[in-house]
Structure formats: structure tokens, C-alpha cells
């Protein structure tokens, strides 16, 4: 019988290549399931349902661009952004937490983010007298 691979080399290549065409399908199949879930979320929610302003994660909102929002193909570009909103069954909204909220809840209308405060300043070390 003969050898299927001749030598060591011819072996490590062929491992390699299909290493390299199975990273490459993975990563397409990945993005066209991304690419089908951005395209599948409703830009009006559902009758049960209320847009709800600073509760979405990044890319997991749609994204107002006429609030003035910066926005990445109508999605979120950053968590908890005051111009994105997801979808939440009616009468909930305000009372999901939201850090950049200015109430600390979501919020039925866009909003600006609240500034994040300053953080406090480390006093210095007292002297020791000698």
C-alpha cells in the first residue's frame, strides 16, 4: 500500500489549509448570521410593546440618527446610548436601570447622556515629622 502523504511537510500543509478554510467558513457563517439579526430587528416594536431609551447594550439597539446619535447602520455604537432604543413590553421602561440615564431609568424619549462624574481625587499621604 502507499502512503496517503509522502512526508511530514505535506502533512503540516494540508492541516494548515484545512484549518485556514474552516476559520474562514466560521467567520462567514458568523457574519451572516449577525448580518441577518441586525436586519431582522423591527424599527417599530410591536403593538404590546414601547421603545425604551438607554437600556440596549451595544448593537443589540436600534439607533436614532435624527436625535442626532451616533449611529453604525441604525444600531447602537455604545452600551446604554441615550439616542438607541429596544424594544420592552409596555409600562416597563422606566423602571429598567440605565447608568446614563439623567433619571437612572430608561426613558420613553431620546435623551443626552449624563456626564459621567469626575472621579474622586486620592488625597495625598500625610507627612510624617522626624
Not at 409596555?90 to 456626564?115: D, H, N, V
Amino acid at each position: 500500500m502507499k502512503p496517503v502523504f509522502n512526508d511530514s511537510k505535506e502533512c503540516f500543509m494540508t492541516h494548515r489549509q484545512t484549518l485556514a478554510r474552516t476559520a474562514l467558513a466560521a467567520s462567514t457563517l458568523l457574519l451572516a448570521a449577525w448580518s441577518a439579526s441586525a436586519q431582522n430587528m423591527p424599527a417599530v416594536p410591536a403593538a404590546d410593546q414601547e421603545k425604551c431609551y438607554g437600556v440596549a447594550l451595544q448593537s443589540e439597539g436600534r439607533c436614532d440618527a435624527a436625535a442626532g446619535a451616533a449611529c453604525s447602520g441604525g444600531m447602537a455604537t455604545a452600551d446604554h446610548q441615550g439616542t438607541a432604543w429596544k424594544p420592552v413590553p409596555k409600562g416597563s421602561c422606566e423602571q429598567i436601570a440605565s447608568p446614563t440615564s439623567p433619571t437612572g431609568f430608561g426613558q420613553l424619549m431620546p435623551f443626552e447622556a449624563a456626564a459621567k462624574p469626575a472621579p474622586a481625587p486620592v488625597p495625598a499621604p500625610a507627612s510624617r515629622g522626624l
